[in-house]
T-cell receptor, first 114, second 118 residues
Framework: DQQVKQNSPSLSVQEGRISILNCDYTNSMFDYFLWYKKYPAEGPTFLISISSIKDKNEDGRFTVFLNKSAKHLSLHIVPSQPGDSAVYFCAASGSGTSYGKLTFGQGTILTVHP | DGGITQSPKYLFRKEGQNVTLSCEQNLNHDAMYWYRQDPGQGLRLIYYSQIVNDFQKGDIAEGYSVSREKKESFPLTVTSAQKNPTAFYLC?????????????????FGAGTRLSVL
């Protein structure tokens, strides 16, 4: 039972354009969502997060949108840069779940072409 | 330099052997976690510990064991009972950040250990 899903295994974008990565969840108890970026053979790096009391959070080139009714979140990267090429994971946690437990999606490989 | 250190970076296990992966943090975080990543999959939680001398099973704890004798350290042992141990293992730690009525949990990760079977 996959509670957090990233249905696009990969995404290819031209440098300077917008990258949109999507994530869906099924557990209505999730109330905090995070995006991580991961390079091969390295640990994930925290990018940005959003709590369920908000529908948007912005940090520089990165914006996360949350649609609670659709149980959907997305990460927008504008403008995309070649250094953004990595695997992006969304993760979720909830007050109804064991404290600190994050549930991860399968990841989306983003490739930004120069 | 604060952070999470995992060692070794690469590890090989022989048939029937137990191996231990090290995870040390100097971030003064209370909680620590072990995840496993397989190709094309997300991270799956093996064990986690919210406080010293206490830990809980995650989603895939069978064949693994942990200890938490010190706040800074959370070693993971892959036992011979784990029949498919080849994977990338990631350790993380976190501090609980209270923001109003919502607690945030941002986990910070080490660089990982790649375990292979000989």
């Amino acid at each position: 039972d996959q509670q957090v899903k990233q249905n696009s295994p990969s995404l290819s974008v031209q440098e300077g354009r917008i990258s949109i990565l999507n994530c869906d969840y099924t557990n209505s108890m999730f109330d905090y969502f995070l995006w991580y970026k991961k390079y091969p053979a390295e640990g994930p790096t925290f990018l940005i997060s959003i709590s369920s009391i908000k529908d948007k959070n912005e940090d520089g080139r990165f914006t996360v949108f949350l649609n609670k009714s659709a149980k959907h979140l997305s990460l927008h990267i504008v403008p995309s840069q070649p250094g953004d090429s990595a695997v992006y994971f969304c993760a979720a946690s909830g007050s109804g779940t064991s404290y600190g437990k994050l549930t991860f999606g399968q990841g989306t490989i983003l490739t930004v072409h120069p | 330099d604060g952070g999470i250190t995992q060692s070794p970076k690469y590890l090989f296990r022989k048939e029937g052997q137990n191996v231990t992966l090290s995870c040390e943090q100097n971030l003064n975080h209370d909680a620590m976690y072990w995840y496993r990543q397989d190709p094309g999959q997300g991270l799956r939680l093996i064990y986690y510990s919210q406080i010293v001398n206490d830990f809980q099973k995650g989603d895939i704890a069978e064949g693994y064991s942990v200890s938490r004798e010190k706040k800074e350290s959370f070693p993971l042992t892959v036992t011979s009972a784990q029949k498919n141990p080849t994977a990338f293992y990631l350790c993380a730690s976190s501090i609980k950040i209270n923001s109003g009525s919502q607690a945030k949990n941002i986990q910070y990760f080490g660089a990982g250990t790649r375990l292979s079977v000989l």
